[in-house]
């Protein structure tokens, strides 16, 4: 008892009084500069709108210019004008956390989007961690099943690991990410869907998770509308959601769709406060803050965050400056190809251009052997495309060749997976190994 009185004694003694307010005097586009208050990066502030209801709106320290403070608000900024006050909150944006939050659908801030009162019990977590101690990770030793045959058999997964999906618009990816959710053998999935257009957010909902896949997702939703800062919280709000189950000792699928809009926020905001613009317009904080964003999920000594990053690439270009950046930093990639897209091969993934770092390590040395087979069949055949096409080849030349023409409509038939069709791990590692011989049982 006398030990709890002294812990309220010290609180009281450490609580600050006094309310520290500032003055707005300058608005540039993105940007509100303001004269105070006594404020670090990152804090969240609040400016009083002159409306009669005591409106406020939330904003973040990002930068100083001189004696100013430069704030990016959380939304529009229609009704500040001169002189609006600013009130420092002393603490960085924190959300509400916890096992209620399965099965809803929340904005960048982490309130619901359907208006109904989140559930009691929730606790409150910061949005903006540091990564693991990477002594303190444990290795990646166990698969996942991730339920897509291509995935699962030929670039297996780990249950921990942080893989990249790279593709142009319109190639399947929300697809691929709603069969991943659906299929997934991880306890829980949060999905941040992050400079979409507003129209897609249901359509993914409903259509591509479903209600199979919603049960045991959290959504976080910033819309392309929405001001560069709240895209950018959407993703650390995802993140933070995702750390606090892996803490609870839960295995975790984090998708982001797109780590690529994610960038571009960074960059306008970036660009407002000065920044001198880089590589293809985006500054130097974008390549700061990705590592620290990606490097957050991963494995730790209570439970595993498995993530899938989309990029979406200007062109098919896989060289652009966000997809090298990005590829550099996880743990492997999974290429959709247009041209598979194009002749109805879906999900549209091109296994030989893409890779995951970890499978040797979570798979037998037999899974490992039929994997390679496979791989080279495809390779062979996809060298001698042209050749075997117009009718160049002839049969018997090359015992390699011929192996690869027999294997290949079968290869291509197991490839495909139908958006409802489901998959276990241990069925694609059973049809795998048949592939080699020509069959696809």
């Known amino acids: ?219 976080i939703v910033a819309t392309s509308d929405q001001p560069a800062l709240m895209r950018i919280k959407g993703a650390y709000t995802a993140t933070a959601i995702s750390e606090y189950f892996r803490d609870m000792g839960f295995q975790v699928n984090l998708m982001m769709d797109s780590v690529t809009r994610v960038a571009m926020a960074q960059r306008e905001i970036g660009l407002a406060v000065g920044e001198p613009p880089t590589t293809k317009g985006y500054t130097p904080s974008v390549f700061a803050i990705l590592p620290k964003l990606l490097e957050r999920t991963g494995t730790s000594k209570f439970g595993t965050v498995t993530a899938f990053y989309t990029v979406l690439v200007d062109g098919d270009d896989m060289n652009e400056p966000i997809a090298d950046t990005v590829r550099g930093i996880l743990d492997g990639h999974f290429v959709l190809d247009r041209k598979l897209a194009e002749q109805n091969q879906f999900p549209a993934i091109n296994v030989l251009r893409s890779i995951s770092r970890v499978m040797n390590q979570v798979v037998d040395s037999r899974h490992r052997e039929a994997a390679d087979n496979v791989r080279s069949l495809l390779a062979t055949y996809e060298e001698n495309r042209e050749l075997i096409q117009i009718g160049a080849y002839k049969k018997g030349t090359d015992s390699n060749i011929d192996a690869s023409i027999r294997a290949n409509p079968a290869i291509v038939q197991f490839l495909k997976q139908g958006m409802y069709e489901q998959s276990t791990y241990e069925e694609s590692i059973k049809r795998l190994a048949g592939l080699n011989n020509g069959s696809d049982r």
């Open 1 to 219: 008892m006398e030990m709890n009185k002294q812990l309220y004694q010290n609180a009281i003694a450490q609580t600050d009084t006094y309310k520290r307010f500032g003055k707005i005097h300058r608005v540039v586009g993105l940007m509100i500069e303001s004269k105070g208050p006594e404020v670090s990066i990152g804090d969240v502030c609040l400016i009083h709108t002159p409306s009669q209801n005591g409106k406020t709106i939330k904003a973040e320290v990002v930068g100083f210019n001189n004696e100013n403070v430069i704030l990016m608000p959380f939304k529009e900024v229609r009704e500040i004008s001169p002189g609006s006050l600013v009130e420092a909150t002393g603490t960085s944006l924190k959300v509400k956390v916890g096992m209620g939050l399965i099965g809803k659908v929340l904005d960048a801030m982490g309130s619901p989007l359907d208006n109904q009162p989140l559930p009691k019990g929730l606790k409150s977590y910061p949005t903006d961690q540091q990564p693991p101690n990477p002594m303190s990770r444990p290795t990646i030793k166990e698969p996942l099943q991730v339920g897509v045959k291509a995935i699962d058999s030929l670039l297996t997964m780990g249950k921990g690991q942080r893989v990249g999906i790279f593709a142009g618009s319109g190639v399947g990816k929300s697809t691929l990410m709603g069969m991943i959710a659906r299929n997934s053998s991880a306890s829980i999935n949060v999905i941040a869907l992050i400079g979409e257009r507003g129209r897609e957010v249901r359509e993914f909902i409903e259509n591509d998770l479903g209600e199979e896949g919603l049960r045991k997702s959290v959504v």
